[in-house]
């Protein structure tokens, strides 16, 4: 009789607590509330729940609000930065995750009070402190926004 050794699952789940560990975003600019199918140093998915109390839309835009497109990039950059931090368990005491660029963004769906935004990072390239991505905020499997984007990490 042959054995097999035990499967060792590594929680691909983060919650809130964790994320707020990880990256120094607070209310109103945190925009993960979680995060599913973490996969280190190459992809996860995060989550925004987004709700007519978003401080943003009292502004954007009275009568039919709808999230600013550069914080749908802010929350892939977010998300991003998550997969960063844990990926190369950086310590966030002396260190932050600063976006670098921003490139073939574009917005393809607004995103209006009781969307969740499914924000599906992937690693395209990682070189020590530096990492590169491509991101998709998906909203009813539809594609909202797009881009490909890097960041690093600093001394703070």
């Known amino acids: ?4 050794a035990p499967v060792i699952e590594t929680p691909t789940d983060i919650d809130i607590t964790e994320i707020l560990a990880r990256i120094p975003h607070r209310y109103p600019f945190l ?4 995060c599913e199918d973490y996969r280190p140093h190459e992809s996860i998915v995060g989550i925004k729940c987004v709700t007519v109390n978003e401080p943003f839309f009292q502004g954007h835009f009275p009568g039919y609000p ?11 950059a977010q998300t991003g930065a998550v997969l960063m931090s844990k990926s190369l368990d950086v310590d966030v005491g002396g260190k932050a995750i600063f976006f ?3 490139d073939n963004c574009r917005f393809r769906a607004p995103v ?15 070189r020590g402190d530096i990492f590169k991505f491509k991101g998709r905020a998906l909203v009813d499997d539809k594609v909202a926004a797009e881009a490909e984007f890097a ?6």
Do not use: N
């Not at 709808?66 to 892939?76: C, F, H, K, Q």
């Not at 960041?151 to 703070?156: D, I, K, N, Q, S």
């Open 66 to 76: 709808v999230m600013p497109g550069v914080l749908i990039v802010e929350a892939l």
């Open 100 to 102: 670098m660029s921003l």
């Open 112 to 126: 209006r009070p009781g969307a969740v935004i499914r924000l599906a990072v992937e690693v395209l390239r990682a």
């Open 31 to 34: 925009l993960v509330d979680r």
């Open 1 to 4: 009789m042959s054995r097999k």
């Open 151 to 156: 960041a690093m990490v600093v001394e703070t």
